[in-house]
């Protein structure tokens, strides 16, 4: 079974900084890594999809990498914003169940003012 | 909003009684996901449909759940005597697959969820 981790489980840091959030997976016959935003008590919004033929994907002030050798993918912030408080979930999706998506716990961040 | 929409938000119920959730999918997608989360965890996999078939469910789905698709468009969520361990968010996913049945699909888009707390 695909294990999703996510490393740190919380992280508080001040407004500008630029952070990075790890993930790593299990099984390397991943079909695609996606990266997910959720607001307390919110339903989820996706950030980024990267294929598992690619290395990385950028929208903005994101950056997601994902090196399948290795297990692992990273979400990169740039210059954070308070904003960006939230819990961020990454999620394989393997040929199993439909490719139904397998999450980690999720990190929570807090960018402080 | 073409989006994926759930409905109740939230829904209060005593142990015992029977709870019904409703989600409508994006209106072309053809795959639809259930999934279960709990404080502090990811969600995890319940079901999925292709079109109006259920495919596959996981052993999280004990006998008291049902889901069903019937004309391949919305689907519901019905769990029978509702257990305090019942309590959780339900989310709504929806994909649309071309080709293959068996393929991949595309991007996954969730619905807001349906927060059930069981009394």
């Known amino acids: 079974k695909q294990e999703v981790t996510q490393i740190p489980a919380a992280l508080s840091v001040p407004e500008g900084e630029n952070l990075v959030l790890n993930c790593s997976f299990t099984?390397?016959?991943?079909?695609?890594l996606q990266w997910f935003r959720q607001d307390p008590g919110k339903g989820l919004t996706s950030l980024l999809l990267?294929?598992?033929?690619?290395r990385e994907q950028t929208s903005g002030r994101l950056n997601a990498s994902l090196d399948k050798s290795s297990g692992r993918s990273t979400l990169y912030i740039a210059a954070s914003q308070p904003g960006d408080s939230a819990t961020y979930l990454c999620?394989?999706?393997?040929?199993?169940?439909?490719?139904?998506?397998?999450f980690g716990k999720g990190t929570s961040l807090l960018v402080t003012p | 909003d073409t989006g994926v929409s759930q409905d109740p938000r939230h829904k209060i119920t005593k142990r015992g009684q029977n709870v019904t959730f409703r989600c409508d999918p994006i209106?072309?997608?053809?795959?639809l996901y259930w999934y279960r989360q709990t404080l502090g965890q990811g969600p995890e996999f319940l079901t999925y449909?292709?079109?109006?078939?259920?495919?596959?469910k996981s052993r999280l789905l004990s006998d008291r759940f049902s889901a069903e698709r019937p004309k391949g468009s919305f689907s519901t969520l019905e769990i029978q005597r509702t257990e305090q361990g019942d309590s959780a968010m339900y989310l709504c996913?929806?994909?649309?697959?071309?080709?293959?049945?068996?393929?991949?699909?595309?991007?996954?888009?969730f619905g807001p969820g349906t927060r059930l707390t069981v009394l």
């Open positions: 990267i294929q598992s033929s690619q």
């Open positions: 209106s072309e997608h053809n795959r």
């Open positions: 996913a929806s994909s649309l697959v071309v080709g293959l049945a068996g393929g991949p699909g595309n991007e996954q888009f």
């Open positions: 099984d390397s016959a991943i079909y695609n």
């Open positions: 999620a394989s999706k393997i040929p199993n169940s439909g490719y139904a998506l397998n």
């Open positions: 449909f292709q079109n109006e078939a259920q495919l596959e």
